[in-house]
């Protein structure tokens, strides 16, 4: 079993900035894949961006690349998102999410083995 927990989440203006990070458990979080997936109200998780065991594969969805970054500290077990020139469409639920048996996640929520609670993360205009 592996437990994901967020932290990072906050109100924040426009053009403003924020780094979620995501703790794992377990003592093998370098054999998971990793992703990040947001949701907002009344609509369907997002793909965000996600990263390969050993942070050499990464990919982000269009409406975020160039201003967000992924990247993973396996001596920490920990993954985070890094996230600049926020906008009000940014708003949503952030969660980190681990697929095993894998190197690389991909974007297809359902691919995913293990979820954590979220962060919620508001841009004001």
């Known amino acids: 079993q592996v437990q994901l927990v967020e932290s990072g989440g906050g109100l924040v203006q426009a053009g403003g900035s924020l780094r979620l990070s995501c703790a794992a458990s377990?003592?093998?979080?370098?054999?998971?894949?990793m992703g990040w997936f947001r949701q907002a109200p009344g609509k369907e998780r997002d793909f965000v961006a996600a990263?390969?065991?050993?942070?050499?594969?990464?990919g982000y969805a269009d409406s975020v690349k160039g201003r967000f970054t992924i990247s993973r500290d396996n001596a920490k077990n920990t993954v985070y998102l890094q996230m600049n020139n926020l906008n009000p469409e940014d708003t949503a639920v952030y969660h980190c999410?681990?697929?095993?048996?894998?190197?690389?996640?991909?974007?297809?929520?359902?691919?995913?083995?293990?979820w954590g609670q979220g962060t919620q993360v508001t841009v004001s205009s």
């Open positions: 999410a681990a697929r095993i048996a894998t190197y690389y996640g991909g974007t297809n929520p359902g691919g995913y083995d293990y």
């Open positions: 990263i390969s065991r050993s942070g050499g594969n990464i």
């Open positions: 377990g003592r093998t979080f370098s054999s998971y894949a």
